[in-house]
């Protein structure tokens, strides 16, 4: 797993960075994870899975949504 320790401006660690992908394997393992995350957090998640499925699809792929 490839995490990131967050540091204050005096060298203290106050958080870890788990990249999303990661983050999502490990919710998927331990389901009550899933309580650790804001409503507003489940959106978002949701919004950048829209975008990137878009980003994902061909140029053309895309006009057909908009004839």
Same mark, same amino acid.
């Given at each position: 797993?490839? +995490?990131?320790? %967050? @540091?204050?401006s /005096?060298?203290?660690? &106050?958080?870890?960075? %788990? !990249?999303m992908?990661?983050?999502?394997? $490990?919710?998927? @393992?331990? &389901?009550?994870?899933?309580?650790?995350? !804001? !409503? /507003?957090? %489940?959106? &978002?998640?949701?919004?950048?899975a829209? &975008? @990137?499925? +878009?980003?994902d +699809? #061909?140029e #053309?792929? $895309?006009? @057909?949504?908009? /004839?």
């Amino acid at each position: 797993m490839n +995490l990131h320790v %967050i @540091k204050d401006s /005096d060298g203290n660690s &106050t958080g870890v960075f %788990i !990249p999303m992908e990661e983050w999502a394997k $490990l919710v998927q @393992k331990n &389901t009550e994870l899933n309580a650790l995350l !804001p !409503p /507003d957090a %489940i959106a &978002t998640k949701r919004k950048s899975a829209i &975008t @990137k499925s +878009l980003h994902d +699809l #061909e140029e #053309e792929a $895309l006009f @057909k949504y908009f /004839d």
